[in-house]
């Protein structure tokens, strides 16, 4: 099903690591062997049936949809994601940039990609960098969920807070509290 067998044992070690469980306690959750297992992380299983990926995901909790965002998400991470072969340097920077701090912002929430990707109905890729730059309607949506500015997650800025003035009347010649940046 995955031409990249190492995102799902990637997911499968990260998962098992984070719930702290070992790949036994995941085969007896799960409902398969644990040799199904094995054979899936010592590469002799490349092409996993759906109906076992689909019983993975209930031994981890987690809904199957969920699972598959998971293992994409590890998947295009890999050494050369495709949207990046396609956009200028300066792009890429900003596309790996806003990637990287999205997810930081995710972890730092507590909150699962599914989470996210049904909260504001963004493209699950948000957070590798497969989106293009013409969405940049997708940057504002994550940064209005994430409560923080596009400036912090393209990287024009390192402090996420968004300044809470918006009246001129308050903002004359004066800092904002939340960022201490100068306001007209």
Known sequence: ?????????????????????????????????????????????????IAT?????HGFGIEFE???????SYQADSKNPPIFE???????????TAST?????RQDKGITLYEVV?????????ETGSYGMEEISALVTLADFFDCSVDY??????????????????CAETLCPDCGNAVK
Do not use: W
């Open 1 to 49: 099903m995955y031409n990249d067998i190492e995102a799902l044992k990637f997911a499968i070690r990260h998962l098992c690591d984070k719930q702290n469980i070992t790949i036994n306690k995941l085969a007896t959750l799960s409902g398969i062997t644990q040799s199904t297992i094995d054979s899936i992380m010592k590469g002799r299983s490349n092409n996993p049936k």
């Open 53 to 57: 990926l689909n019983k993975l995901s």
């Open 66 to 72: 969920e699972f598959l965002l998971i293992i994409d």
């Open 86 to 96: 396609s956009v200028s340097r300066p792009d890429r920077v900003i596309l790996k």
């Open 101 to 105: 701090r999205l997810r930081q912002l």
């Open 118 to 126: 049904k909260a504001t109905n963004v493209h699950r890729h948000y």
């Open 153 to 170: 997650l393209i990287g024009r800025t390192d402090n996420p807070s968004l300044c809470k003035l918006d009246s001129p009347d308050e």
